[in-house]
C-alpha cells in the first residue's frame, strides 16, 4: 500500500512482513497520527499484538498467526503448545485458526519457518489482488459505494477486500465516491479505511455510524464490505454495525457485497447463529485515549462483530469469483 512518510515521500510498504529475525508490523492503533512499525521477536507477543489489536482485519490476522508460528519454528518453541496459544488471541476471525494449522502443516514437513510464512502472506496479497479484478467489474463511472470498518490493505496484509474493487477501479480510471462509516468504537473506518483512501486519492467522506440510513435515502449503488467468518450457509461475521447496514440496503434495493478470501469461509460452521462473537473491553466504549467519558458506574457492551444472514447478501466477492450465497460449496471444488 502507498504511505506517505515524514518527509513527505510515498512508500509502498505492507501491513506485516518479516525481516532481520523480527516480524515487523504496522501499529494500526497509532493511525492515521503517526505511521508507527513495531516489531517482536516472540510468538507470544505476536500473539498480544493480534488481542490488543496492533495488527488486526481478518486476513491479516491470518498471516500474524502465520509469522507468530514462524517465530515459534525458528525458536525450536513446542508448536502444539504455539498454535494453541497463538488461536485464543480473539475468537471470531476465522483466518486466525485457518493460518495457524496451516503453518503447523507446513513446519511439521520440515519447511523452512520464514519462507513458509512469507508465502502465506504473499498469497493472501494475491487473493485480494483476484477480489480485487473480480469486484473491480462492479463498479461504473460515477458510483457512490459504502463501506464500514477497514477492509482495505491494512486488514490483508495489503490490497484489502473490500477496498481492492475500489483500488482496482481507481487504477482503470473509474470515479466514483465512497462513504466510509466511521465505525465505533475502534473507529477503523475513520482512521483507518480514510486513511487508505486519502493515501490512494479515492474520493470519500468519513460518515457517522448513525447516518447510514440518511445517506442511503438519498442513493447508494452498492456496498462492500469484509467479513471475518462466513459459515456455511452464507450467513457472515463482520465488524458490528454490519447488520445494520444490510438491513437498510435490502429496505432501499442496494446491492450488498461481501469481499472475503475462500480462507474466511469456515465450511464447518453451519450458520451463523454458531460464530462466536467477541466481546471486548467496556473501556473501549467508556474511554478515548484513556480518558473517561461516560459516567462513573455506567456499565458499557462492546461486541466486536455481529452476524448478517446470508439472506441480505448479493454476492461474495471471492479470489475465484462471485458466488451469491447459495452457491457456496461450489468454492470447495
Ligand atoms: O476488529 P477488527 O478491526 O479486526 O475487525 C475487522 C473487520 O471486521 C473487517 O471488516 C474484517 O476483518 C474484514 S478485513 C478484510
Redesign the pocket.
Known amino acids: 500500500m502507498k504511505a506517505k512518510m515524514k518527509d513527505g515521500s510515498k512508500a509502498d510498504i505492507k501491513a506485516i512482513w518479516f525481516e532481520n529475525g523480527k516480524v515487523r508490523m504496522i501499529d494500526q492503533r497509532e493511525l492515521p497520527l503517526e505511521l508507527v512499525i513495531v516489531d517482536f521477536d516472540d510468538y507470544r507477543d505476536v500473539a498480544e499484538a493480534i488481542r490488543n489489536?496492533t495488527t488486526?482485519?481478518?486476513?491479516?490476522?491470518g498471516a500474524s498467526a502465520a509469522y507468530a508460528m514462524c517465530l515459534a519454528g525458528l525458536k525450536d518453541e513446542d508448536l502444539d503448545e504455539a498454535a494453541k496459544f497463538i488461536k485464543a488471541a480473539r475468537p471470531t476471525?476465522y483466518d486466525l485458526f485457518y493460518a495457524t494449522d496451516w503453518m503447523y502443516a507446513k513446519l511439521k514437513a520440515g519447511a523452512d519457518p520464514i519462507e513458509a510464512a512469507d508465502e502465506y502472506s504473499n498469497i493472501t496479497v494475491d487473493k485480494c489482488r483476484a477480489i480485487g479484478k473480480f469486484g473491480g467489474e462492479l463498479i461504473k463511472d460515477g458510483m457512490t459505494l459504502m463501506t464500514?470498518?477497514?477492509?482495505g490493505a491494512l486488514?490483508?496484509v495489503d490490497v484489502?477486500?473490500?477496498l481492492a474493487p475500489m483500488r482496482q477501479a481507481h487504477d482503470d480510471g473509474k470515479e466514483f465516491f465512497v462513504y466510509a462509516s466511521e465505525t465505533r468504537p475502534?473507529l477503523?473506518g475513520m482512521q483507518l479505511t480514510a486513511w487508505e483512501l486519502n493515501q490512494e486519492d479515492i474520493d470519500h467522506a468519513i460518515i457517522p455510524d448513525g447516518s447510514a440510513a440518511y445517506y442511503m435515502s438519498k442513493g447508494v449503488d452498492m456496498i462492500i464490505?469484509?467479513?471475518?467468518r462466513i459459515a456455511a450457509n452464507g450467513d457472515f461475521a463482520?465488524?458490528i454495525g454490519t447488520f445494520d447496514k444490510a438491513i437498510v440496503a435490502k429496505h432501499f434495493g442496494i446491492p450488498f457485497y461481501v469481499a472475503?478470501p475462500v480462507s474466511t469461509f469456515d465450511f464447518n460452521t453451519g450458520s451463523g447463529k454458531d460464530i462466536v462473537i467477541e466481546q471486548r473491553s467496556e473501556t473501549e466504549m467508556t474511554e478515548v485515549k484513556g480518558i473517561r467519558i461516560a459516567p462513573i458506574g455506567s456499565k458499557a457492551m462492546n461486541p466486536?462483530?455481529d452476524v448478517t444472514p446470508a439472506e441480505f447478501v448479493t454476492g461474495f466477492i471471492t479470489e475465484k469469483g462471485i458466488f451469491k450465497p447459495s452457491e457456496i460449496s461450489r468454492m470447495k471444488e
Open positions: 489489536m488486526r482485519g481478518a486476513p491479516c490476522i476471525a464500514h470498518c477497514n477492509a486488514a490483508t484489502g477486500t473490500a475502534r477503523q464490505v469484509g467479513a471475518d463482520n465488524k472475503a466486536a462483530f
